[in-house]
């Protein structure tokens, strides 16, 4: 062999024994695993901003301490969004069901647990003393009395930029709410007076919007839906007589409404639907004849009599004791023409015979009228001449006759009243 050729084995590397290969390809195989991991892990991080909002709530994102979007789109509501990972954006979603605020203590006198058993009565004869400023809540009302009172608002979040921004978290919101909530309903019951309080009588859209209008100048974002009068209470010191008057109004009202049913009643005795229609005519009848309008009261006079004759007025139909008394006078008058009619074709028959005969009418109409008078239901008592001393013994059949037809007279008037009803 030359030796200036190359060798080739000289210049060739090392080969490796087995424990440096094995080593080499775990290092090989850990790198490529490395590899792979840190590119899950960046695609994890890359996804995980995806977030979700439910159906109650709404989602910001601030990118940088920044809101994302313009005004109108800054509000995300119910879907899936992506959002870049944190700390480049942060989610902050808010609550927008409604809340209840109960203002119990504040504007009610001091209660213990051992009071929770105890009737009206038992808390007027232990707390009668002087409210403590303390520790009894209080209103006053705008005639310078005192009540207590409980409360319920239910307010919610509609404007979540403006409540994020100025506010930010749940309990500083209850805490802003309830602090407004009393000035507003101070201020509210400062106008109306005690008795109006002690009715519920209260103006709940004055009182809600004082206190929306606090809110909103404070930009909190924060709407109140409700304003609820729990319960209310006169001071238990005076609780008595505050029941006295209201016992007397309740007694007040169940009298006229007592006498509401029985004028109802009554009209609807006397003239059925119509009554109303009818009475408003006579009022104003009796008015004009006060006036000393005689024209308008014989107007009014007609058409009361129409509606008598008619038995209606206004479409309506009069009933009653008016359309009773109406029948009856309609059936007397029909009986008095028909009587007159045939009296008068009796004595225009009888005419001509007395024209000619005089004294012989004269007996026949006398003989007629003592059979008339004599027939029937009638006792007959004959005289003799001479002294004159009588003795009656009426007939106790007549007697019996008499009493049957009044007691069927009777009977059947009420059964005429009870078919007319």
Do not use: C
């Not at 709410?177 to 309080?197: C, F, K, N, W, Y």
């Amino acid at each position: 062999m030359d030796e200036t050729s190359p060798n080739i084995e000289a210049d060739a590397p090392p080969a490796l024994d087995p424990a440096q290969q094995s080593l080499s390809e775990a290092l090989r195989v850990s790198f490529g695993i490395l590899k792979i991991v840190m590119v899950v892990l960046l695609m994890a991080y890359a996804f995980s901003g995806t977030f979700s909002v439910g159906s109650n709530e709404v989602a910001l994102r601030l990118r940088f301490g920044n809101y994302v979007g313009s005004p109108g789109q800054r509000v995300l509501e119910r879907g899936t969004y992506l959002a870049a990972p944190f700390p480049i954006e942060q989610i902050v979603k808010v609550d927008t069901r409604p809340s209840t605020l109960l203002l119990e203590d504040e504007f009610w006198f001091e209660t213990t647990k051992n009071d929770s058993g105890l009737t009206r009565s038992q808390l007027q004869f232990q707390k009668a003393g002087p409210l403590h400023p303390l520790r009894d809540g209080s209103l006053i009302t705008g005639d310078s009395n005192i009540v207590h009172a409980k409360w319920a608002l239910t307010w919610r979040i509609t404007d979540p930029v403006a409540y994020l921004t100025n506010i930010g978290s749940k309990e500083v919101a209850q805490e802003l709410v309830t602090l407004t909530s009393q000035q507003g309903i101070v201020h509210s019951i400062a106008r109306l007076t005690a008795d109006e309080i002690l009715r519920g009588i209260v103006n709940r859209e004055q009182m809600l919007g004082l206190i929306q209008q606090r809110l909103d100048d404070m930009r909190t974002g924060i709407t109140i839906d409700q304003v609820t009068l729990d319960k209310v209470s006169a001071p238990l010191r005076v609780m008595r007589s505050f029941d006295a008057v209201t016992s007397a109004e309740s007694d007040r009202a169940r009298r006229i409404v007592a006498a509401q049913q029985e004028r109802a009643r009554i009209l609807g005795e006397t003239a059925g639907e119509a009554s109303e229609p009818l009475l408003d005519l006579v009022n104003a009848y009796s008015q004009a004849t006060e006036l000393e309008d005689p024209a308008h009261a014989q107007e009014i006079e007609t058409l009361i009599d129409t509606a008598l004759l008619e038995l209606k007025i206004n479409d309506s139909v009069i009933g009653g004791d008016v359309a009773r008394v109406m029948n009856k006078a309609q059936t007397y008058r029909t009986q008095i023409t028909e009587q007159i009619a045939t009296e008068a074709q009796s004595f225009s028959q009888l005419l001509p015979q007395y024209q000619l005969n005089p004294r012989l009418v004269m007996t026949k109409l006398w003989e007629d009228a003592r059979e008339q008078i004599l027939t029937g239901d009638v006792e007959t008592f004959y005289t003799v001449p001479g002294q004159l001393e009588l003795q009656f013994n009426r007939d106790p059949e007549i007697q019996k006759e008499r009493q049957k037809e009044q007691l069927r007279s009777q009977k059947k008037a009420q059964e005429d009243a009870e078919s007319n009803r």
